[in-house]
């Protein structure tokens, strides 16, 4: 294989030779460039003998064009509108004019964390479109790790594997969530052995808090009355408020959720917690779109 063979022009030989042919001045030309006038002869130079052809018969006052520099301008032109359309496209992803986010989200999480998080972030990015995936518990690890979301807001407490990684966006202890009316209410704070002789509203198993609860509750001896179960944390909440049994989940979901018959009573001996996470496929990286988002997700939950 020859040298001829193996030439890469450049872009700035490629630019060069487009503004030359336009202007058919290598003074107009270099102006065009913001360069000098010898810097573009060079490159037309060097573009020719790694080409083998001549692009421009010169004169003292002008170019004329070869046929070679006819067929050579619709190629090299196409290559530094497409390259030009490149870095355009970044930077518009990165100035957020534009762009995509997707998430994984339960329906309960995205009710008390999203709304005014998402407000915020359209009026300072109208241009970015934000894609939400309400999905039950069971489906938001396989979501996240098939790919079809940038990222999830969650609780994968049932996985320890490499496969994810996990930042913690709130910390939370679990409480007994009861209404204003409840025996439990003028309570400050509860013990694990103060929710037997109650009804109780939890996850089913396999969802969510469930496994916690039933590990501390066994732990402590403590025989648990459960008369509702549930895929979403927020139908325990309405059954709170029906007086249908004592909600056993984090303080955070009353919080956000600003219902004002309902009170949270911290569960002690032992304290549980769980966090919120923003979860991601292990070695993944976020675009940037996606990680400003999650700026103004974690100052809206601060």
């Known amino acids: 294989m ?33 360069i000098t006038q010898s810097a573009v002869s060079v490159s037309i130079k060097q573009l020719e003998e790694g080409l083998g052809v001549r692009l421009f018969d010169r004169t003292t006052r002008s170019l004329h064009i070869t046929p070679a520099a006819q067929d050579a301008i619709v190629l090299a032109d196409r290559i530094l509108r497409d390259v030009d359309a490149l870095r355009n496209n970044q930077l518009e992803l990165v100035d957020l004019h534009r762009g995509r986010i997707s998430m994984a989200v339960t329906p309960t999480l995205a009710e008390i964390l999203l ?4 407000q915020t ?43 994810i990684e996990k930042e913690t966006l709130m910390r939370d202890q679990l409480s007994a969530i009861v209404p204003k009316t409840h025996p439990l209410a003028q309570r400050k704070a509860l013990h694990w052995r103060d929710l037997e002789g109650h009804p109780i509203s939890t996850m089913r198993h396999g ?16 025989k648990l009355q459960v008369a509702n179960e549930v895929a979403f944390l927020s139908t325990a909440l309405w059954m709170a408020s029906c007086n249908m049994g004592v ?21 002690n001996s032992p304290k549980v917690t769980r966090d919120i996470s923003i979860v991601t ?10 990680r400003v988002f999650i700026n103004v997700l974690k100052a809206g939950t601060a």
């Open 207 to 222: 969802y969510g808090v469930r496994h916690m609860i039933e590990m501390t509750a066994a732990k402590e001896g403590v």
């Open 2 to 34: 020859n040298g001829k063979n193996r030439f890469q022009p450049t872009l700035g030989q490629l630019r060069a030779f487009s503004a030359a042919y336009r202007l058919r001045k290598l003074s107009a030309a270099a102006d065009s460039l913001n």
């Open 121 to 163: 972030f359209r009026l300072q990015h109208p241009g970015v479109k934000v894609v939400i995936e309400d999905c039950a518990p069971d489906q938001f690890l396989p979501r996240i790790l098939s790919q079809q979301v940038d990222f999830g807001i969650g609780t994968p407490e049932n996985h320890a594997g490499t496969e």
């Open 247 to 267: 909600a056993v989940m984090p303080a955070a979901y009353v919080k956000f959720a600003r219902d004002p018959e309902l009170v949270a009573l911290p569960l």
């Open 115 to 118: 709304p005014q998080v998402i």
């Open 281 to 290: 496929p292990a070695g993944r990286s976020l675009s940037h779109a996606a």
